[in-house]
């Protein structure tokens, strides 16, 4: 397979739903075999969290679809992995 194996979304999302119930909502989808939510800032109304979706042929636009079925919405894609295999990043002098 190789379409879509890892997305990184940065997503707002309101307090409610939680996190946990937007993770279920998300390991639901037929080819996602596993996510994780990291929430990094809070405010008076709403959370920004950081999505990492892995799986095999992700279905960006099904995914999308639950992401504003539970009320958030994605700032931008930080991160796609597509192909055979996951390639992992690898630090350079530059990074240093």
């Known amino acids: 397979m190789t379409g879509i194996k ?4 940065d997503v707002l999302k309101p307090h409610q739903p939680s996190i946990l119930e937007l993770a279920k909502a998300i390991a639901a989808l037929k080819h996602v075999n596993g996510v994780n939510l990291s929430l990094y800032e809070v ?4 959370e ?3 999505i990492t979706v892995e799986g095999v042929n992700i279905d960006f636009d099904e995914l999308e679809r639950v992401i504003e079925d539970m009320g958030a919405v994605i700032h931008s ?3 796609v992995a597509a ?13 240093r």
């Not at 890892?6 to 979304?9: C, F, M, P, Q």
């Open 83 to 95: 192909g055979i295999k996951l390639v992992e990043e690898v630090e350079t002098l530059q990074d």
């Open 77 to 79: 894609i930080d991160e």
């Open 6 to 9: 890892r997305l990184v979304l």
């Open 48 to 50: 920004n969290i950081k």
């Open 43 to 46: 405010d008076t109304q709403t």
